[in-house]
C-alpha cells in the first residue's frame, strides 16, 4: 500500500532537535506536505576535509540518499551544526540536488552575527527557515532567482541572506505550483 509523501527532516551529527520541531511545522506549511523528523544519523568521518576544517556538503547529500529504506520520505533535508563548503567556496550554508530528492542545511554560519555574539533567536530561526525552503525549493525544480528579495535568491553572506524575503516571488512561486501540478498529473 503506497504512503502519502513526506518530506524528511534528518539530524547529521549533534543537532538541537528542538530547531528541528521548530522548522517542522513551517517548512510543512511552504510545502503543503507533512514533515517528519527522521533518526539522526552520524556524520560521515569521509566528509570531514582536515586542512579546511569543514564538511564536503556534496558527500553529506550522497550520504544522506545512501541506504534509504521502504518508508522514504519524498524528500529529505538533513539539518547539520557542522561548517560545510564545497571546494569553489569558501563555505555555503547549504545545498541541494536540482529537481533532485535531497537538500542540507548547517546551522553554524546562520548562528553568527557581526559582533561575533549569537543572534537573537527568532532571527536565527528565520535564517533557517529561509535555508530550508530555499534548497528544498531546488529539489522541486527551481534554480536560483534574479529577483531580489526572493528566497530562490542566491546569498552569498548572512547581509543579503537576512535582506531575503521570507516568500517566493510570483514567478517562483508559479514554477512550484506547475512542478506540484505535474507531479500529481503523474
Known amino acids: 500500500m503506497p504512503h502519502s509523501p513526506f518530506l524528511g527532516l534528518v539530524p547529521l551529527g549533534p543537532v538541537d532537535l528542538k530547531i528541528l520541531r521548530d522548522l517542522r511545522p513551517v517548512i510543512a506549511d511552504f510545502f503543503s506536505l507533512p514533515v517528519l523528523i527522521l533518526p539522526v544519523k552520524p556524520l560521515p568521518p569521509r566528509s570531514y576535509h582536515l586542512v579546511r576544517d569543514q564538511y564536503y556538503s556534496t558527500q553529506l547529500l550522497e550520504y544522506l540518499l545512501a541506504g534509504e529504506g521502504q518508508d522514504e520520505p519524498f524528500r529529505v ?3 547539520t551544526a557542522v561548517d560545510l563548503y564545497i571546494p569553489i567556496f569558501t563555505f555555503v550554508f547549504g545545498e541541494a540536488q536540482l529537481d533532485g530528492k ?7 554560519r546562520p548562528g553568527e552575527s557581526a559582533s561575533n555574539l549569537r543572534p537573537p533567536r527568532p532571527l536565527f530561526l528565520e535564517r533557517l527557515i529561509k535555508l530550508s525552503v ?5 529539489t522541486f525544480g ?3 532567482c534574479r529577483q531580489p528579495g526572493c528566497l530562490m535568491h542566491f546569498a552569498a553572506n548572512l547581509e543579503k541572506l537576512d535582506q531575503t524575503h521570507l516568500e517566493f516571488c510570483e514567478y517562483c512561486r508559479i514554477l512550484l505550483d506547475d512542478y506540484f501540478n505535474r507531479a500529481t498529473d503523474r
Do not use: D, V
Not at 535531497?102 to 553554524?108: D, E, M, V, Y
Open 134 to 138: 530555499h534548497e528544498l525549493g531546488h
Open 77 to 79: 533535508l538533513g539539518i
Open 102 to 108: 535531497a537538500a542540507i542545511i548547517s546551522t553554524f
Open 142 to 144: 527551481l534554480g536560483h
